[in-house]
């Protein structure tokens, strides 16, 4: 179908596919003046396809994504495209003390939790409607996460807002509110290659990162609780450089990782820029702004083949990456990080924006 209404023309709604409960899955197709589209589907809120221009103006799809929609519903391993609660990230022995009382959540990233917990909000069905009255191509997602699911306390309403605009932004902005005293860190889950060719590395992207610090983890790639500057490091991103010119360095930080996956304490405070990637061959740059203390620059270390790419061949090692705009990893366990935690009467509110450009 497509609707007719005033501001709603740029908005479709498609039959995606059908879960194993016999669930129907929608898909719902914004598209702004310039013929940019974003796919977006109510389970896990999951980005299928996102499309951006390259120096030539051809319009392609700019993330990693499955061919098969049985692959979303079946567990998803990388967490393509999916919304990402009720905490983004890591927190250590999936556990947490809150107003005195300790938490157990789910333990699926032993001996941590990662992402909320197995059945976290990438699982979930979200409520999706078309924004009618917004200036551009709108949707809002809610789902009520009810108390104590996958451990986590307090019964937490959230909102999500995703928008496509004219000048090739996608912008998300997230609020929530809770019952009772709770933790919250949403962020949103994309693997992008702007070559548009999912089968290449991703190494010869140009990253930015404004950050002069960013937080070593242990060999669970939990944070060790202090902040480490970049400066003179392979996490130097604080000029544009390519992924890959330090990602095989000697560092025993990169080989906890795997390669990059750290948060990257970043500087500033506010809505402000923080990291931009370019992608030479097409000309096609991202640049990534946010209200958030942090971001986890995940280089795809552990894409393994496994699933075709949506472009041809496989979703090979660090054939994608991702910039979760986060608060820190395992700050409910650590008294120095921003604090995560979201209080009955207060509202968590957050924006990050991605936007797509071309230099030629």
């Known amino acids: 179908m497509r609707f007719k209404k005033k501001n709603m023309e740029n908005i479709q709604v498609s039959n995606y596919g059908v879960t194993a409960k016999g669930d129907s899955i929608q898909k719902y ?5 310039n013929g940019m589209k974003v796919d977006v589907i109510n389970f896990g809120g999951i ?3 996102l499309t951006a221009p390259d120096k030539n103006g051809k319009y392609e799809d700019v993330v990693l994504g499955f ?7 079946n567990g998803n391993p990388y ?40 059945e976290g909000f990438h699982t979930k069905f979200w409520n999706i409607e078309p924004v009618k009255d917004a200036k551009s ?14 451990g986590y306390p307090g019964k937490l309403t959230t909102t999500v807002l995703y928008t496509l605009t004219d000048d090739n932004a996608l912008e998300i902005s997230y ?26 590395t991703i190494t010869d992207h140009e990253l930015q990162i404004y950050a002069d610090k960013f937080l070593p983890v242990n060999e669970t790639l939990i944070p060790t609780g202090k902040e480490k500057a970049v400066q003179g490091s392979p996490f130097d991103f604080t000029t544009s450089k390519p992924i890959g010119k330090d990602i095989n360095a ?9 390669g990059y996956d750290h948060n990257w304490v970043l500087n500033g405070s506010g809505m402000r820029s923080i990291a931009k990637v370019y992608h030479p061959e097409s000309g096609r740059e991202m640049e990534v702004l946010t209200d958030q203390p942090g971001v986890q620059f995940y280089s795809g270390n552990f894409l393994d083949g496994k699933f075709d790419t949506k472009s041809g061949g496989k979703n090979e090692f660090r054939t994608g990456f991702c910039l979760e705009t986060q608060h820190f990893p395992d700050a409910p366990n650590q008294a120095s990080f921003p604090s995560a935690e979201l ?3 207060e509202k968590y509110q957050t924006k990050t924006i991605y936007k797509f450009s071309v230099k030629k």
Do not use: M, W
Request: charged share 25%.
């Open 29 to 33: 197709t914004l598209t702004n003046k």
């Open 47 to 49: 980005i299928t396809s």
């Open 67 to 73: 061919t098969k929609p049985d692959d979303y519903f």
């Open 79 to 118: 967490y393509f495209g999916a919304l990402i609660g009720r905490y983004g990230n890591r927190i250590a022995n999936a556990k947490f003390t809150l107003e005195g009382k300790t938490y157990d959540i789910e333990k699926n990233d032993v001996p941590n939790t990662l992402h909320g917990g197995k």
């Open 137 to 150: 191509p709108t949707l809002k997602l809610t789902y009520t996460s009810a108390d104590g699911e996958e």
């Open 175 to 200: 609020e929530a509110t809770t019952d009772k005293a709770t933790v919250v860190n949403l962020t949103q889950h994309s693997y992008f290659n702007l070559s548009g060719n999912f089968s290449k």
């Open 250 to 258: 000697n560092d025993d930080q990169l080989k906890k990782g795997k």
């Open 343 to 345: 209080k009955p009467g």
